[in-house]
């Protein structure tokens, strides 16, 4: 399913769209090796071994890919996850319709523009719209303090410091009612 808005704030059209792995992988392949990515996703792999890894998550049921774009460029990788039946259930006592996020923004020129605010709000509010879902999660790496800022920004709050197979990371929380106290009135996706 792609998703797309304008985003009145920056003047832009945010999308998403499924991951595809003959048009997407050696974007994915290349995002994974800047240097930026390395230290959080750890898969600066071969071209081999990431294949099978993206094959395996893009079969993975619990979870989705997504290819994000600002005004049509490709930019951004995202993977929208349910909770049950992640890593991360074990860490807090999830509801059944609790759904996570993992993001990376790709291409480097598009660091430090004030882009990922919008990129995250916009992907939480997709997740929001299954009724049945009232927290979104996030566990970045509790060295990203860029990113915790940003989640903080969109509406997450930090819950504990938690360790997972591959990281450290900082479990955060989006609850609806905040979300939506916060971005629905005057809305610059509106």
């Given at each position: 399913m792609k998703h797309s808005v304008l985003d009145k704030?920056?003047?832009?059209?945010?999308?998403?769209?499924p991951f595809a792995m003959e048009e997407d992988?050696?974007?994915?392949?290349?995002?994974?090796?800047?240097?930026?990515?390395?230290?959080f996703w750890q898969l600066n792999h071969s071209e081999e071994v990431l294949k099978k890894h993206m094959h395996k998550a893009r079969e993975d049921t619990h979870q989705s890919l997504y290819i994000?774009?600002?005004?049509?460029?490709?930019?951004s990788y995202w993977e929208a996850y349910w909770v049950r039946g992640d890593v991360v259930e074990n860490?807090?006592?999830?509801?059944?319709?609790d759904q996570g996020i993992h993001l990376l923004i790709g291409e480097s020129s598009y660091l430090g523009?004030?882009?990922?605010?919008?990129?995250?709000?916009?992907?939480?509010?997709?997740?929001?719209?299954?009724?049945?879902?009232?927290k979104v999660i996030a566990e970045p790496d509790h060295r990203n303090e860029k990113m915790i800022h940003v989640f903080e920004k969109c509406g997450f709050y930090k819950v504990k410091e938690i360790i997972l197979p591959d990281k450290k990371a900082m479990l955060m929380f989006c609850e609806r009612e905040e979300f939506e106290k916060?971005?629905?009135h005057d809305d610059p996706r509106a």
């Open positions: 704030e920056i003047d832009k059209e945010i999308s998403f769209r992988f050696s974007r994915i392949h290349r995002w994974m090796h800047e240097p930026h990515v390395i230290p994000g774009s600002i005004d049509g460029i490709p930019m860490c807090y006592e999830p509801a059944p319709f523009k004030g882009l990922a605010l919008p990129l995250l709000r916009e992907m939480v509010a997709f997740q929001f719209k299954c009724a049945h879902t009232n916060r971005w629905n």
